[in-house]
């Protein structure tokens, strides 16, 4: 009988990415994905400790889990719980002790090993006729996850996540990226190249490459030599079948007159860049360790404009990180004025155990950081809906991805990122079928926009 899996993911692009490696390893070990936790032999929460109380959220969905591994149990079926992910690798021992209707623990760089647990683990129920074992794989190894990965790709987005570069060695003081992750590493090309090629076999027409720097990729090129990101990319755009490439999370540090450049020379790469600053002062950036200051962050950007003048960008920002006076916000405010995003993601900072700022003395008050972050929203979406209404008129190509809530309804993603949701109840395309967005998945289409908001845009297929 076929095993089923089902795995919940936390957090970034990169968990999804590897929560879809996961399912290539598992596939190996004659287990299928199931949407349903109550139909499942193994449970995965792939974890992420970015957000805050993240550790206590998923010890709330283990004592969910629990219910239904005790309900299997007394019907004689067997269900195993793992965590994996940057929270299991901070905290995995921490998580035995406290969770013991877990049964493995392993890091986000060691689910390579995943048919080795899981014999541990049937190994130990066995021998202790207990209903959980007890595997912790949370040591970075030796050797690089990516070189015992599986080639088959179950992956048949048209949309797809690749991991070029993993690991950070900036240790800014709010982040837990450094212990979770690992130092950086950057895989070879020709297995970028080769992952690429397997992907776009499977139907994907957009890769977005992944790395907690990614323009700090510097992998080995087929001479023998370091390729950049730029260089990559370059590669990447002659496979055929590749329409679109994108990239996140980048640094400004990092942020080369090579790759700016690329963006003006290769059609493939879409007028989009997601660039973190986290903060506008130059006091705050130095506090958090980010080794630049403001001012070497606009030329970054005018050089972007310069190069591609329609690009979107998008940013990061902590408000109220430990020592934020209203001198420092009002940087940050007059920041992104300037900028003018068209699109950004702003938190209040929350204190990450093991990192430096959670034990800083002058921790902001919650009730500053909650109204600073409401005038920096109100900001943002100012802009958004700036940029998003800027394209009311034009006619863009918008890869749909899945079905909308409404009939004939499907929502796809623009050039510049925007979440598009198109109407093709009246559309120029004779498709001749009841559902035509049925034979539209997967698909670039030529879509007016109609209508613009802080978050989407929406429009009509006209080609």
Known sequence: MTKKLFIKTYGCQMNVYDSTRMTDVMKGEGYQVTDTVDDADMVILNTC?????AAEKVYSEIGRLKQVKEKKAANGDEMYIAISGCVAQAEGKEMMRRAPAVDMVFGPQTYHRLPEMIKDAKTM??????SSARVLDTEFPAEAKFDHLPEE???NSPAAFLTVQEGCDKFCTFCVVPYTRGAEF?????????????????????????????????????????????????????????????????HPRDMNDELIKAHGDVPQLMPYLHLPIQSGSDRILEVMNRKHKAEIYFPIIDKLRAARPDIALSSDFIV???????????????????????????????????????????????DVKTA?????????????????TATIGRTLPILLERTGKFENQMIGRSPYLQSTYVDLSDNALDVGT??????????LVEVE??????NSVKGRVVA
């Open 434 to 443: 009841a559902k035509p967005y049925t034979d539209l998945m997967g698909k």
């Open 186 to 250: 950057s895989r070879p090309v020709k297995d970028i190249i080769g992952e690429a090629k397997r992907l776009i076999s499977n139907g994907a027409m957009e890769l977005t490459l992944l790395g907690q720097n990614v323009n700090a990729y510097h992998g080995e090129d087929t001479s023998g030599g370091d390729a950049d990101l730029a260089t990559l990319i370059r590669r990447l755009a002659e496979l055929d079948g590749l329409e679109r490439i994108r990239y996140t999370t980048s």
């Open 449 to 454: 926009i109609l209508e613009g908001g802080p």
């Open 153 to 155: 790709l179950n992956d």
């Open 125 to 130: 129920r066995a021998d202790t006729q207990k």
């Open 372 to 388: 600073r972050l409401a005038v920096l929203q109100d900001e943002i979406t100012s802009s958004s809906v700036a940029f998003n």
């Open 49 to 53: 400790h970015i957000r805050e109380k």
């Open 320 to 366: 109220g990180f430990p020592g934020e006076t209203d001198e420092d916000f009002e940087a940050t405010l007059d920041l992104v004025k300037r900028v003018q995003y068209a699109t950004a993601y702003s938190f209040k900072y929350s204190p990450r155990p093991g990192t430096p700022a959670s034990v800083m003395e002058d921790q902001v008050p919650e």
